[in-house]
């Protein structure tokens, strides 16, 4: 059994925690890893906040978990514990289902609910949270944020870097490129270019 840290110790870290706490023989949580040293004043855990993520210096058998929303602030919160190659684990829910033609990589999330089709590629350090749909030979990328209750339907192509809101539905073959997000409840077709914001039915940009 290996000793788990997560990164980030806000609702999505104590989330994460109870997916592990409800049905887990790998792991052994062991604190979590925040630079906000009360953030679990209201909520306490035991144990709780055992250090900062930019100044951690790992032990042996341990496996870290990134558990922070915002897909830049996960990256940028996890930049010291990759240059030093610490292991990130990656974990798939089991009220989740999975095809076993599909991949996941390092320090991906899979929440509880979620339905992942055949030969899905789910790139490495993306979330995937409650009751999303993930059809067959879709593609997703590095480092997204994938909200609740969304489908995104077979052969689509998602980027890196992006978010999706909760209620979103990806159609058929549509590309999303990097650094775009989805407000929630849209519907997207076609392509959506880098860096943009959308948001409706269909997707339209969206500026502030």
Request: glycine share 12%.
């Given at each position: 059994m290996k000793d788990l840290i997560i990164v980030g110790a806000g609702g999505f870290g104590r989330?994460?925690?109870t997916y592990i706490e409800s049905d887990n023989p790998i792991f052994q949580f062991k604190g979590f890893l925040d630079n906000r040293s009360n953030i679990?004043?209201?909520?306490?855990?035991?144990?709780?906040?055992?250090?900062?993520?930019?100044?951690?210096?790992?032990?042996?058998?341990?496996?870290?978990m990134a558990a922070i929303g915002e897909p830049q602030a996960r990256f940028k919160y996890t930049e010291?514990?990759?240059?030093?190659?610490?292991d990130f684990g990656h974990?798939?829910?089991?009220?989740?289902?999975?095809s076993k033609s599909s991949s996941i990589g390092r320090g991906?999330?899979?929440?509880?609910?979620?339905?992942?089709?055949?030969?899905?590629?789910?790139?490495?350090?993306?979330?995937?949270q409650e009751y999303t749909?993930?059809?067959?030979?879709?593609?997703?990328?590095?480092?997204?944020?994938i909200n609740s209750h969304c489908t995104l339907s077979g052969n689509c192509r998602?980027?890196?870097?992006?978010?999706?809101?909760?209620?979103?539905?990806?159609?058929?073959?549509?590309?999303?490129?990097?650094?775009?997000?989805?407000a929630p409840g849209s519907v997207v077709y076609g392509r959506i270019k880098?860096?943009?914001?959308?948001?409706?039915?269909?997707?339209?940009?969206?500026?502030?």
């Open positions: 989330e994460l925690l679990l004043d209201k909520t306490p855990r035991v144990p709780g906040i055992i250090g900062t993520p930019d100044t951690f210096v790992p032990g042996s058998n341990q496996v870290f010291h514990l990759r240059n030093i190659e610490v974990m798939v829910h089991p009220m989740a289902h999975m991906s999330i899979i929440g509880p609910r979620v339905g992942i089709s055949v030969d899905v590629h789910i790139g490495e350090f993306t979330c995937i749909v993930i059809g067959h030979d879709a593609v997703i990328g590095n480092w997204c944020q998602i980027g890196n870097f992006v978010k999706i809101g909760p209620n979103c539905v990806v159609l058929n073959g549509a590309v999303v490129e990097d650094h775009v997000t989805i880098t860096g943009m914001t959308v948001l409706g039915n269909p997707a339209r940009r969206f500026v502030y």
